[in-house]
């Protein structure tokens, strides 16, 4: 079997000296999507800001695509293949959509395939010469997944897609997650607070508390609601 693409060792990071994340260790192979939910506040965004090299890791390790990544930076990761779509969609509002899509390409380096993006994105094509900031939320949404995948990345992070969109467009960017990882093989991590949408994907899904990954399960186990109660700590 392959090594996983993305191996996190006893992570520790914060802000200043306010240490978040708690000796996060898990991995992620490509191919796969793991699911990540917790309660407001536990750090789950923390996680995937110090895995993208936004913060300074206090302790621990991080490997990526065979290299030792933990004190590089953030542009390093992604020319590695470290893809993100931060929560709230942080789409380059004064550029247009074409134009946040080469952003998006330089981060790796080399000429994206922009065509074939906008042929996953219909709606986007349409878009090409808006204005970021003139899109519906949802369409910034989906402005910020092709973005990330204009730089050709091997894994992804995301950080609750679903937050304020459409059901439609929820499932359109679900689909698309599916298929990025069963085949193009791409490794996915997706923090989600909409547990349906994370056990309809995701194999695997890690429980955040406080900081920690207090708990791993399987999508199954997220059907039961009794389950999830226990899993969330309520
Ligand atoms: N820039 C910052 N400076 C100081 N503390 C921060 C900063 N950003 C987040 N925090 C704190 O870190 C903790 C974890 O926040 P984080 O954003 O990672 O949570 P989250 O699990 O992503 O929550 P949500 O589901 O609401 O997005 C919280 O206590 C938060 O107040
Ligand atoms: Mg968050």
Redesign the pocket.
Known sequence: MEPPILTVERLVA???R?Q?LDEVSFTLRCGEVVGLV??????????LRALIGHLPASSGRIHFAGRDVTHTGAAFRARLGLGYVP?GRQIFPDLTVLENLRVGEAARGGASDIPAIFQRFPQLARLAKRQGRTLSGGEQQLLAVARCLAGRPRAILL??PSEGIQPSITRQITALLRELAQQDGLAILL?E?DLHLVSEIAERVFV?RK?RLVMETTSAALADPVMIRKLLGM
């Open positions: 914060g802000y200043g306010i978040i917790g309660h407001n506040g536990m750090g789950k965004t923390t996680l929560q950080d609750e923090v607070q955040m900081g």
